[in-house]
């Protein structure tokens, strides 16, 4: 058995002397793991960083082998991920999520793309923190646990809308929530406005803490793991420390 492709690496752990198994995202394949030959080595150290965009061949003798990674550099994002704190963490928190909420060896072509969009557009004041909490709503589409934030639950109306249902998903719009407000999530502007100015970070945390209800009842609902990953938090806690919450 034998394929080539092109993928994120998500993780690196040693195996064995002086090999590797990696972790990686790739564009036609989905998650994967591997061993890579000599990737415990130190001269491998440089190439072998996860955030690394990799060239790579797949070699097992049977599909279901977990089989061995040739891996040559594509494009290496040390820099973007290195920006700074928020940055890392935000690296971090996609390579876990990928890792807890996609099957392995299931084809991800869209989520790959978007991911690729989302690490080449990391910027110290870009717009890239509302394009992550976007990448997690799409994220969530893809699973089946999509967000339905076009028109009021209760009204039908698309005005105003500034909650969503915890129970359905569903946004909500002001006058229908009065009473209610306790018992929903906002709704932060930037995610149905496509006009709307670049969020604060304030907004972002809304929107973090939106997308992460869904996203924790997705995990637990589908896999053995049955809590956010803690790189998640991290960075919540990083961009809530920035905003003064």
């Known amino acids: ?68 990674f040739t891996v040559e550099p594509k494009f290496s994002r040390v820099s973007q991920i290195m920006a700074g704190r928020a940055e890392i963490a935000a690296f971090a928190s996609i390579a876990a999520l990928v890792l807890v909420c996609l099957p392995e060896r299931e084809p991800q072509a869209r989520i790959y793309s978007q991911i690729m969009a989302l690490m080449d557009g990391l910027q110290v004041d870009g717009p890239w923190l509302a394009n992550y909490v976007r990448w997690e709503l799409s994220m969530l589409n893809e699973l089946g646990y999509g ?38 999530l906002k709704l932060p502007a930037f995610l149905i406005d496509p006009d709307h100015p670049t969020p604060s970070e304030g907004q972002i945390t809304q929107g973090l803490k939106l997308s992460g ?33």
């Open 147 to 184: 967000l339905d934030l076009g028109a009021c639950a209760v009204t039908g109306g698309n005005d105003n809308l500034t909650y969503v249902s915890p129970k359905t998903g569903r946004a909500v719009s002001s006058a229908a929530a009065v009473g209610w407000e306790h018992k929903l």
């Open 213 to 245: 209800f869904f996203l924790n009842s997705g995990i637990s609902a589908s896999n053995e793991r049955k809590d956010m990953p803690q790189a998640r938090e991290r960075f919540i806690a990083v961009i809530a420390k920035r905003s003064g919450q």
């Open 1 to 68: 058995m034998e394929w080539t492709d092109e993928g994120m690496l998500l993780s690196v752990r040693k195996h064995g002397e002086g090999s590797a198994i990696v972790e990686v995202l790739t564009k036609n394949h989905g998650r994967h793991a591997g061993v890579v030959r000599g990737g415990g080595a130190r001269k491998s150290a440089s190439l072998l960083q996860p955030g690394a965009q990799l060239a790579l061949t797949w070699r097992a003798r049977l599909a279901d082998h977990i089989g061995s």
